[in-house]
Every structure is written in structure tokens, then in C-alpha cells.
């Protein structure tokens, strides 16, 4: 009868040579077929000890387990580095001459796979939107992303401890610098660059916008913007209210009836808030108007003579308008989305599922 | 902010005859959006009067009493524990059934009021404390009303609304809406402006913008640190003020906002602060002395300052506050802190039941010194609130003259320090222009109507006027504010809509804007699915690749976790997208075009961050067609076609190729400049990928993503992904340059020679290397024919074996000056081939 001592000393020999093999080997499956094998072993040896003196089967059984947990860690580091290795090796086999057109063949090797391909939803609409703006003369313009407190706030009319800045949560790098909140950063900008070339400023500005907030269905950190301005000698009030009528009855496509109501923002005097009579349900209420009838579209106003004072513009001469709205929630209005979430999934079953 | 719409109708002449719902829609049409309308106390609806016909002693417990009460009509018993009731008081009534407005019990107690029996006794219903209304703090006693105030409304089985007028809404605006506009932020100020909207006539309190004058002691004072923003500091003292319980005028107000009874004394404060918009705070002039510990014959000395490091209060919420320096507007007596300024007052000076000596604040604060402080510790008060706001320092004597009348009793002693007193306003305003303005027809009669907001209206001439804006407009400084005081006032259906009449030509896109849309619907037409990925990454997709971290900006605030930085390149984000779909897709082509930020690009001449327009694609998915030639085929139809820049003006350079560390080494520049592509080598397997150059700039990369990337990312299942990144910015750099004059495209007389050569190189010769030799034989071309005839040329066929390769390239002749013949180019033909050997070591294959 082999006493354990024996028995785990033979074990111990043999699981060294079979290490030793493992270590050697450069294909997956062979190492794993005799991990299993080494393994399956030592366990098979814990049937023998019933066969062993009582005094020593505390002994084996403990001395045969450490054995077990050390060749499997064994393995496992051994597992590890050859998948290492094997990843390495497919990284750095078989070069390519990056410089071809294509590997091997004719011309008929410039093939591509054919797939149906989408614009994302979010794109097609803004391009929809630029391209209306375009027709009415706006010149286009693509709002920059990360901005200083001087365009984001201060040159519309927010100086620092405004309350106004509560009403939005504002992101900050460790410079300083915002992800701008608003399309509204880009006003001072354009109204420069068109009085640079002329006396009328018709600009459409598209862009990222984002607030500190956290993500649900509702809200999140962030959404398109898009920006109008119109700065000219003779611009009016009625003027802003004939364009956004004139731009919104283009989108929908449809005659639209609009509402009114004063609202305030620093930058602008007045200030108002623009609804439409709900093109969906033509104001019964529906889920799209949250059962108001009313679609709140966009925010605008004159620009504020400050502002333009601030775009090197004399407001004694100049008077302009602006307004701006959400993309995202329009977009979720005209496809039926209720979680904005969807919008930056970027789930190719959310994406593909349009026509 | 709420407002009381039956408050309203008091100050505002005819207004009680207007619905709330005509009102609600005035408010949101000319002034602000309208949040809701809110029924008051109606959580007390079910609530009756009940009269006490009998009341003794329960026979078998000691501390419950039982009463009879008429209900209207009908006498129940209710059973209860106080003791204060006597035959013909009338008290509120819980009827079986109906639900305490307060639960004092919400842990033994659901609050619906049951038919019980009360030791041996029937108890049919219950008699309330002022605690339980929400009226009150008082929960020892039932609420007795028998106060003459309401006597002729005092009837058994009267609903309590009625009896104490509750029956009233409150009318909601936001508090964003009217930052604007503190004026509004009390009952007058709206009735003022209601008054005006509707036209009709304002009739306020006597003492409202009173000139009441207080007397003051010579050694008192008030000491503001200049360099706060406060308007005005007053305090006005009354002594021996007399406690008394609070008039139920008082209190029903109170009770409609929310605010239970506390003393006299607070609701007093929190009455003024409802009605004129003007926050005071009462201390108890001995607790002062007391806490400052000064002699109570020195002087009365107040102070506004900012707090410095180590100032220590306790708070009215019973929270211990210890400052850093310039962290909050402080109210001190001498030196001592004893309030948090427009916020919060001290505990330990606060006024109690026993208060004799009240020094009360009427103050004004600049706004952005109390939102500042209240911001700063994150305390959001009533006060705070209103504060927030700009208040008009010309309201304080009547506020005090208010107080006065209230207490029954003329303040003893007075200290007002009034900082600056702020020039009024006067606005020159003219009819046609502001016509002109507004597309509306504005007439003396719509200017004269400024006169029901509080405006001074004077004509000067014919359409001309000059206008006084009143102390506490401050949101009022030019005519284009006038012109938005006429809109709301006119109504902005009255405006004349119109176009603008300028030639629609001449309109221009932002370069970007037009490049991303070519490359998008190229992107779209070879199958790609169009991805928007945030602009912000998480730590995690920053660390998948090693060293990049400090190049990217980093947002310091965000409550999301996914915002950690700025993104700097778009394709790790596209490989995570790639993975969310794995469960559903086992192929997927996608790409992205958006803008990067990348802090070794420095800034801008405006000193904001340099911004570039990137473009990504990513192929995954166990498919022939998935490599690097697939990919780099995507690249020069999705990307260079539409952008109209051909292969031949591009170069690609191995990742693992040493030339390129070398040259880069030598510039430094172009090192930052290329950073994030250079940082994705990190995701690329080396052999079989490669940069792209236009010139000598890195403009981006493309090829197979790294079995070790696609193994740390899970996205072995795809088998092979690919992708590819441009800096589109950096690629039209060279645009801008203007682009060098080649060959291709000129035009040629009569039909090109077309040829084909046969090169045969080893493996390790790029086909680039023929190309640049075909390039080389340019010149000597160009001497012997006097033009460059080689119009094009491109591979046709590659035909791999053993070690080697045959290159096949097709040659495009072609003459300005004449038609060319097969034998014309031979000479061409042979300095290629000459070059091309020359530079490879090729042979040529007939």
C-alpha cells in the first residue's frame, strides 16, 4: 500500500513535466486538453483515499488539495501568458503591403460589402432644417463645441453672478472652458464675420450643446441647438415672427397657427417664447403636445443692444433678431421616441428601423 | 413664485370680478409663462364648524373630556383630550370618514378620523388643534374660533375655507421666469403690475412707498463693508412690545402660502415679506447685547460684512455654519455674526414668545452678493429666494411705517444707512420708431398706458416722449426695454408679421458643415450607419489606450460618470458601440463624424481650445471583405472622393514602419500636431495598418484593430474589425494651401495611349516604391517630350507567389500639343521602367 507521502511526491513529479510541456506548447486547445488532463488526475487521486490508514488521510487529502489550487494557478498564469503570446503573434503575423490597393486580382477587387446605410436620425433632421434655412438665404454656420465664460455668458449680456446663469447647469474643465451650453456662443461670432462682408447678417448656426445633468429619459447632457440671426438695419419684430412662421410652416410643410408669450433671457429685449398650435392633433391635445394643444417650439427676441454692442455693432443703427431651439426634441416629436436615450444609443435596431 | 389671486383682488380695483382663469391667461400672455393654478386649503375642504353645546368631565378616564357639538342641524359626541373648550365656543370638526389635513400620529395612524369608542363613550368624529389644520404649532389645544373676525361667518356645519376665506388659488409663475423681475416678488408689486396689464386701478396699502421717517439715536450705527454690493441697511426697534397672538387676517395669509402661525413677531415678518416682497428679519435686541456681550447702555451697532475664516453661527435651521473667508454676506453686532444676510438668522438672537425688544432688519442687498452666499452654503430660503432678486432700497420706509401699524406702536429708535441712492432712469422714446421695432402701431394712447406699470409719462413732441422708470424697474434702461414693456402691454397678436426683403444669393456654408455632409451621404451610400456618440468619454475608454490623459480636457463637475473628458478621437467610442451590438448583429459598419479636442493643439487666436472635425468608421464582423483593403477602399470613396483628392496624393506608412518614428523625432511639432492618431496605434495591428499622410502630415490612420484590443473589449466574436480615422481638419489644411497643379486633368488632344506594364517585385517592396520610382521618371519625361505625358497610372492587377509579387500598372499617355502614337511613348515607357528598377530592384514582365 503506497503511503501518501509517496503518492503526492510522484504527483508532484509528474505535474512538473506536464508544466514543463504546457509551458512549450503555442496552440490553445492542446493546452487546454492537457490542463484538463493534469487536472482531472490529481482529482481521480482523491478516490484513493479511503484506501490509506486513517492517521494519514487528513494528511493526503490537505497535501492534495494545496497540490490542486497550485497546479491550476500554475495554469492558469500559463494560460494567461499564451494567450498573450498568441495575441501578440496575430498582431504581428502576416504583414501587408499597406500600400496596395488591394491583395491579390484585378480591378474587380475593389469591392465593398453591400449593407443598407442610415444617416442618424438627429443629421437628417438638422440637414432637413439647414437645408430650409439655406433656401430662406441663411448662411450656415457649425457652433463650436468648447468655449470660454466670455462667449458662453459675458458677450450675451450674463456677467458672472447673474442669475440667469442657474438656469443653466454648466460643465467647466479644469481651464475654464465650457462645453458651450447654448448656440447662442456663436452670435457675437457671426454677426462679425457677415458685417465683415456686408450689411446684413442672416446666419443659421447648428451645434452640440450640453448641460450638467444626468441621463433619463428626458434629459440629457447632451442635445443638438440650432441658432438663427438676423441683424440688420431695418430688422423688426414682426420681421422674427414672419421668419420663424415662414421657417416652421416650411418644416411641417403645412399652414401653422403660433401663440406668443414674454419671456426673458439676458440677451434678448424683448423676449418671448414661441408655440405652435400642435401639428399633430391641430390642438385637441395628443401625447406630442402633452395633451396642451400646443407645441412650445423655440425661445427668441430682439438681440439686446447690448450684444450687439458687444459684436462691435451700434445699436442706434443696427437691430437684430435671434432664436434657437432644441433639435432632439423635435426629432422625438416627429418620430414618436419618448426616451432620449434612444437618440445616443446608438442601437443599429433603433438606427436601421426607419425606412 | 405664488401669488394669491383673492390678495390680488384687494389692491387691484374691479379685479375680484375677473375669473382666475382670465387672470392665469393675462399673466401668460403678457408677462410670464403661468406654472399651474393651485386650490387653497384643499386639504381642509372637508373641515366644518362645529358648535360646543356641552362639554364635562368623562366619567371613567381621567384627561379625556366629552363634548356635544352641533354640526348644523345635527349634535354628535366627540370625545377628546383638551381641556380648554367651554359651552358656545365653535371649533373645527373631522368629520367620520374624512382625513386630519396634519397627522400627528403618521406612524400609529393612517389620519382617516373612525367611529371609536373612547373608554365606554361613542366618539363620532374629531375636534382639531390649530397643529393638525397646518394652521398652527400648537397642538396642546382644540382651535378655538371664536375670534370677532369671523363672527358673522360662524355657523355650525360652515365649511372652515369659508369661514376663514381660504377658498382662494394661488397662482404659480416660475422663479427662472422672473429673474428679472423683483418687483413681482410680493402681493403689491404684482397687484401694480396686474393693475397695469388690465388696465385697471392699483389701490395700495397707505404705507406703500411711504416716506415714513424713523428717529434715530446719535452714537447708534451701521457699518457696510465696502466691498459689499448692499443698497440700504435700516433697523428699526421697537420696545416692550406687548405678545399677542396673531390676527387671523395674518394668519389665513400665512395659512394659504404654507407658512404655519410661529409668534406674532415672525409672521409678522413673513407677512410683509409675502405682501410687500421685502424679507425682514426680527432679533431680540437683548439676546444681541447678549451674545455680543456688550453692555446693554452702549449704542446699537450693526454690521454687513463678509465673513472671515473661523466666524462661527447657529442657524435658525439648527445647523452650526463655520466660514471661510469672502464664503457669505454676514449681519454682525459689534463684529459679532448674527445672521447669514437675506438668508437665515442666528438661533441664539432669534425672537421668542417672551421677546420684548425687537430690532428689526429691513435691508437691501445686492443680488449677487445674497445668490452668491445662499449658492456657496446651499441654503435656499424664502428670504433667499426674493433676495435673489433685485429689491428697490425706496420701498424700506414704508415697509417700516407697515410694521408700525401692525405693532400698534411707533418704533422707539431707528437707524437707516442708506448707500446709494440710484438715479432714476429717464428713457426718450419715439412712436414711429418703436413702430418700426415692433410691426406695431404704437400710439400715444398705447405709450400713456406705461403710466398703470408705475412709468412717468411725459410728451415732449409731436410722437416723442419722455419716459421716468420707476425706482424699482431695473430691468428698465432703454428704449428697446419701453418697446418690450408696450408688447406685453399691446399684446404680441397685435404684430404685423412680415419677411425680410433681402436677395436670397450669395449664401455661404461653413466649410465643415458642407464637407461633413459629402462625406456623410458617401459614408451612407457604401452601406454605413450613421452613429452620434457624446463628445465626453469615461476614464475608462481614456485608459484603453496608455500615456493619453493628460492631452485631453477634463470636465471637473459632471454628476454623469460617462463625462469625465473631452474626446479627442472617435474610435474607441465606435468600438464600444460596436460591442453594445454585438448581441444583435454579427456584422456592423458605422461611422461618425463629429469634432475633437486635443490640448496639444493649443488654442485658438480667441484663446478658446482648437477644435478639429474628425471622421471614423468601423467594420466588424467574419466576413472576407472585412480587412485593410476594405477598409482603405472605404476610406478613399467615403472620405478622399467626395473631398475630390486622389490615392496618388496620399501616402501610407506601416505602423511598424522605422522611417516614420525618425522622422518624427525630428519633428516635435508634428508630433502634437498628429498626437491623437499617433495615439491610436495603441488600438491597430501593426503589421496591417497603417497612417495616413497628405504631404508630410499624419492626417490619419486605418487598418485592423489588435487581437489583444478586440480580446480586452470582448469584441472577439466579430472576428476581424476594422476601421479607420481622419482628421478632416487637418486633411483640408492643404486645401487652403491650394493644391498642387498635377498632370490629371488636363486636357488631351485626341485619344490617350493606354499601356500596361508588369512589374515583378519581392515582398518586401511596397507598391508604393514603383510609384514613387514612376514619380521620379517625371522629370526626365517632362525634358524629353517638353510636357508630362504620364496622365494617370494605376495598379490593374496583383498577382502574388512564393516571395514575390507581379505588379501590374496601367499608364494613361496623353499630349496637349498632339495626338500620340503607341511608338511616341516608348521612349516615356522606358525611363519608367529604368526609374522604377532603378529605385526596386523590380524586373519587368513582358
Redesign the interface.
Same mark, same amino acid.
Do not use: C
Given at each position: 500500500m503506497p503511503s501518501a507521502q509517496k503518492i503526492i511526491d510522484r504527483l508532484s513529479l509528474q505535474y512538473k513535466e506536464a508544466i514543463n510541456k504546457a509551458s512549450k506548447l503555442e496552440d490553445l486547445e492542446a493546452f487546454s486538453r492537457l490542463r484538463n488532463k493534469v487536472i482531472s488526475e490529481i482529482k481521480a487521486q482523491f478516490g484513493v483515499i479511503k484506501e490509506l490508514p486513517p492517521e494519514e488521510r487528513r494528511y493526503f487529502g490537505a497535501s492534495l488539495n494545496q497540490l490542486l489550487d497550485e497546479v491550476q494557478a500554475r495554469f492558469e498564469e500559463l494560460g494567461a501568458q499564451l494567450?498573450?503570446r498568441?495575441?501578440?503573434k496575430?498582431?504581428?503575423?502576416? *504583414?501587408?503591403?499597406?500600400?496596395?490597393?488591394?491583395?491579390?486580382?484585378?480591378?474587380d477587387?475593389?469591392?465593398? *460589402?453591400?449593407?443598407?446605410?442610415?444617416? /442618424?436620425p438627429?443629421?437628417e433632421e438638422i @440637414?432637413k432644417i =439647414?437645408d430650409i434655412f439655406?433656401?430662406?438665404?441663411?448662411?450656415?454656420?457649425?457652433g463650436?463645441?468648447? #468655449?470660454?465664460d466670455y462667449?458662453v455668458f459675458d458677450a450675451l449680456n450674463i456677467p458672472p453672478? /447673474?442669475?440667469?446663469r442657474?438656469?443653466w447647469d454648466t460643465?467647466?474643465?479644469?481651464?475654464g472652458?465650457i462645453?458651450t451650453t447654448h448656440t447662442s456662443n456663436m452670435q457675437i461670432r457671426v454677426i462679425k464675420d457677415q458685417l465683415a462682408k456686408g450689411d446684413?447678417v442672416?446666419a443659421a448656426v447648428?451645434g452640440?450643446t450640453?448641460r450638467?445633468?444626468?441621463?433619463d429619459a428626458t434629459h440629457s447632457?447632451?442635445f443638438y441647438q440650432m441658432e438663427g440671426v438676423?441683424v440688420?438695419k431695418?430688422?423688426?419684430?414682426?420681421?422674427l415672427?414672419?421668419?420663424l412662421? @415662414?421657417f416652421l410652416e416650411r418644416y411641417f410643410n403645412k399652414k401653422i397657427e403660433f401663440?406668443?408669450?414674454?419671456? /426673458?433671457f *439676458?440677451f434678448v429685449?424683448?423676449?418671448?417664447?414661441f408655440s405652435i398650435k400642435c401639428t399633430f392633433c391641430d390642438g385637441k391635445g395628443c401625447s406630442a403636445c402633452g395633451r396642451k394643444g400646443w407645441l412650445e417650439i423655440l425661445g427668441a427676441g430682439?438681440i439686446?443692444?447690448q450684444v450687439l454692442e458687444n459684436a462691435g455693432v451700434d *445699436?442706434q443703427v443696427y437691430?437684430g433678431y435671434a432664436w434657437g431651439f432644441g433639435v432632439d426634441r423635435l426629432v422625438m416629436t416627429k418620430l414618436g421616441i419618448d426616451d432620449l436615450r434612444l =437618440?445616443?444609443?446608438? #442601437?443599429?435596431?433603433v438606427?436601421?428601423r426607419r425606412k | 413664485m405664488k401669488v394669491l389671486k383673492g390678495w390680488l383682488d384687494k389692491y387691484v380695483g374691479g379685479l375680484d370680478k375677473v375669473s382666475v382663469d382670465v387672470l392665469v391667461d393675462k399673466i401668460?400672455?403678457?408677462? &410670464? $409663462?403661468v406654472e399651474g393654478i393651485e386650490p387653497v386649503g384643499e386639504e381642509l375642504r372637508e373641515i366644518i364648524v362645529a358648535k360646543v353645546v356641552k362639554v364635562y368631565k368623562h366619567p371613567k378616564a381621567d384627561r379625556l373630556w366629552v363634548t356635544h357639538v352641533d354640526i348644523g342641524g345635527k349634535i354628535v359626541t366627540v370625545v377628546t383630550g383638551a381641556d380648554n373648550l367651554k359651552i358656545g365656543d365653535f371649533v373645527p370638526y373631522t368629520p367620520i370618514g374624512a382625513k386630519v389635513p396634519v397627522n400627528p400620529y403618521p406612524s400609529k395612524w393612517d389620519g382617516v378620523v373612525r367611529k371609536k369608542v373612547l373608554v365606554g363613550i361613542e366618539s363620532e368624529g374629531m375636534l382639531n388643534s390649530e397643529y393638525e389644520l397646518g394652521l398652527g404649532s400648537d397642538h396642546s389645544q382644540i382651535m378655538v374660533l371664536n375670534d370677532t373676525e369671523f363672527s358673522t361667518r360662524l355657523k355650525p356645519g360652515t365649511p372652515l375655507v369659508e369661514v376663514l376665506r381660504l377658498n382662494d388659488y394661488l397662482i404659480e409663475i416660475e422663479n427662472?421666469?422672473? +429673474?428679472?423681475?423683483g418687483d413681482l416678488f410680493g402681493v403689491l408689486g404684482m397687484a401694480q403690475e396686474v393693475a397695469g396689464l388690465f388696465g385697471l386701478r392699483f389701490m395700495p396699502e397707505k404705507w406703500w412707498y411711504s416716506g415714513y421717517t424713523m428717529k434715530g439715536a446719535q452714537r447708534d450705527e451701521i457699518i457696510i463693508s465696502p466691498d459689499t454690493g448692499t443698497l440700504r441697511y435700516s433697523v428699526a426697534i421697537f420696545k416692550e412690545v406687548k405678545a399677542r397672538s396673531t390676527p387671523w387676517n395674518i394668519r389665513s395669509k400665512l395659512a394659504a402660502y404654507g407658512m404655519p402661525s410661529h409668534n406674532f413677531l415672525v409672521d409678522v415678518t413673513n407677512y410683509l415679506m409675502l405682501l410687500a416682497g421685502q424679507p425682514i428679519h426680527a432679533f431680540d435686541l437683548d439676546k444681541l447685547y447678549k451674545v455680543a456681550k456688550i453692555d446693554r447702555t452702549k449704542p446699537i451697532r450693526f454690521g454687513v460684512r463678509w465673513s472671515r475664516k473661523g466666524d462661527k453661527l447657529l442657524a435658525l435651521n439648527d445647523k452650526e455654519y463655520i466660514f471661510e473667508d469672502k464664503e457669505a454676506l454676514l449681519i454682525t453686532f459689534y463684529d459679532v455674526p448674527v445672521a447669514i444676510a437675506g438668508i437665515i438668522g442666528g438661533k441664539a438672537t432669534a425672537v421668542d414668545d417672551s421677546t420684548s425688544n425687537v430690532a428689526f432688519e429691513i435691508a437691501t442687498f445686492d443680488?449677487?452678493d445674497i445668490?452668491?452666499s445662499s449658492m456657496r452654503l446651499g441654503i435656499f430660503t424664502d428670504a433667499s429666494v426674493v433676495f435673489?432678486?433685485q429689491q428697490d432700497p425706496e420701498k424700506v420706509p414704508g415697509v417700516v411705517e407697515a410694521l408700525s401699524i401692525l405693532l400698534n406702536q411707533r418704533p422707539t429708535l431707528g437707524v437707516d444707512k442708506y448707500i446709494q441712492k440710484r438715479k432714476i432712469a429717464t428713457i426718450e422714446v419715439d412712436v414711429d420708431r418703436l413702430s418700426?421695432?415692433?410691426?406695431?402701431d404704437v400710439k400715444k394712447t398705447t405709450v400713456e398706458r406705461l403710466k398703470g406699470l408705475g412709468f412717468d409719462v411725459k410728451q415732449e413732441a409731436e410722437g416723442r416722449f419722455s419716459i421716468t422708470v420707476p425706482s424699482f424697474r431695473f430691468d428698465v434702461s432703454?428704449e !428697446?426695454?419701453i418697446? $418690450?414693456e408696450i408688447?406685453?402691454l399691446e399684446g404680441?397678436?397685435k404684430?404685423? +408679421?412680415?419677411?425680410?426683403k !433681402?436677395?436670397?444669393?450669395g449664401?455661404?456654408?461653413?466649410m465643415?458643415?458642407g464637407v461633413?455632409?459629402k462625406l456623410?451621404n458617401a459614408?451612407? +451610400?457604401?452601406?454605413?450607419?450613421?452613429?452620434?456618440?457624446?463628445?465626453?468619454v469615461s476614464h475608462e475608454q481614456v485608459r484603453l489606450i496608455p500615456n493619453r490623459e493628460p492631452y485631453l480636457?477634463?470636465?471637473?463637475? &459632471?454628476?454623469?460618470p460617462e463625462?469625465s473628458y473631452?474626446r479627442n478621437e472617435i474610435v474607441t467610442q465606435l468600438l464600444w458601440?460596436i460591442r453594445?451590438?454585438k448581441a444583435?448583429?454579427r456584422?456592423?459598419?458605422?461611422f461618425e463624424i463629429?469634432?475633437v479636442?486635443d490640448k496639444r493643439w493649443g488654442q485658438t487666436s480667441?484663446?478658446?481650445?482648437v $477644435?478639429h472635425v474628425a471622421a471614423a468608421s468601423v467594420m466588424a464582423g467574419d466576413?472576407t471583405? +472585412?480587412?485593410?483593403?476594405?477598409v482603405?477602399?472605404?476610406l478613399l470613396?467615403a472620405v478622399m472622393e467626395p473631398l475630390r483628392i486622389k490615392?496618388s496624393e496620399l501616402?501610407?506608412?506601416?505602423l511598424?514602419s522605422p522611417v516614420l518614428n525618425q522622422v518624427l523625432n525630428r519633428y516635435q511639432e508634428r508630433r502634437k500636431r498628429s498626437g491623437p492618431i499617433l495615439d491610436l496605434k495603441a488600438l491597430f495591428?501593426?503589421?496591417?495598418? &497603417?497612417y495616413i499622410l497628405k504631404g508630410d502630415t499624419i492626417v490619419g490612420i486605418l487598418?485592423e484593430i489588435?487581437?489583444?484590443i478586440k !480580446?480586452q473589449l470582448a469584441i472577439e466574436e466579430f472576428g476581424k474589425v476594422v476601421a479607420l480615422y481622419v482628421d478632416i481638419t487637418d486633411l483640408l489644411s492643404f486645401e487652403k494651401d491650394g493644391r498642387k497643379a498635377h498632370g490629371i486633368g488636363r486636357p488631351i488632344k485626341g485619344a490617350p495611349i493606354i499601356q500596361d506594364i508588369c512589374f515583378v517585385i519581392d515582398?518586401n517592396t511596397?507598391?508604393?516604391?514603383i510609384?514613387k520610382g514612376i514619380r521620379a521618371a517625371v522629370g526626365e519625361i517632362q525634358n524629353k517630350y517638353g510636357e508630362d505625358i504620364v496622365r494617370d497610372f494605376?495598379?490593374?492587377?496583383?498577382?502574388?507567389y512564393e516571395n514575390n509579387?507581379n505588379?501590374t500598372f496601367r499608364f494613361v499617355f496623353g499630349s496637349e500639343k498632339r495626338q500620340l502614337a503607341d511608338k511616341d511613348v516608348t521612349k516615356a515607357r522606358e525611363l519608367i521602367i529604368n526609374s522604377v528598377v532603378a529605385a526596386t530592384g523590380a524586373s519587368v514582365k513582358d
Open positions: 494567450k498573450e498568441i495575441l501578440q496575430m498582431d504581428f503575423d502576416n *504583414p501587408i503591403d499597406v500600400t496596395a490597393p488591394w491583395h491579390k486580382g484585378g480591378l477587387q475593389q469591392k465593398i *460589402p453591400l449593407l443598407r446605410g442610415n444617416k /442618424h438627429l443629421t @440637414e =439647414l439655406w433656401g430662406m438665404g441663411f448662411n450656415l454656420y457649425w463650436r463645441q468648447l #468655449d470660454d462667449h453672478g /447673474h442669475p440667469a442657474e438656469a460643465f467647466y474643465t479644469e481651464e472652458f462645453p446684413v442672416k447648428v452640440r450640453f450638467n445633468e444626468e441621463v447632457h447632451t438676423v440688420h431695418k430688422a423688426s419684430l414682426g420681421e415672427l414672419g421668419v412662421k @415662414e401663440k406668443v408669450i414674454p419671456a /426673458h *439676458p429685449e424683448p423676449g418671448l417664447e430682439m439686446h443692444p *445699436p437691430k =437618440l445616443y444609443s446608438n #442601437d443599429l435596431n438606427l436601421a | 401668460h400672455h403678457s408677462l &410670464a $409663462e427662472k421666469a422672473l +429673474t428679472h423681475r443680488k449677487i445668490r452668491t435673489s432678486r418700426g421695432f415692433l410691426d406695431l432703454g !428697446h426695454d418697446a $418690450e408688447v406685453r404680441y397678436k404684430v404685423k +408679421t412680415k419677411l425680410p !433681402h436677395p436670397v444669393a449664401t455661404t456654408m461653413d465643415d458643415l461633413t455632409r456623410r459614408f451612407v +451610400t457604401l452601406g454605413g450607419t450613421e452613429t452620434q456618440n457624446y463628445s465626453f480636457y477634463r470636465i471637473t463637475n &459632471a454628476v454623469s463625462v473631452v458601440t453594445s451590438n444583435s448583429f456584422r456592423v459598419f458605422m463629429g469634432k479636442f480667441e484663446q478658446v481650445p $477644435e466576413d471583405f +472585412t480587412d485593410f483593403y476594405t482603405k477602399r472605404i470613396s490615392s501616402g501610407f506608412v506601416r511598424d495591428a501593426p503589421v496591417r495598418s &497603417a487598418g489588435s487581437a489583444k !480580446h515582398n511596397f507598391i508604393a516604391d510609384e494605376f495598379v490593374i492587377d496583383i498577382y502574388p509579387r505588379v
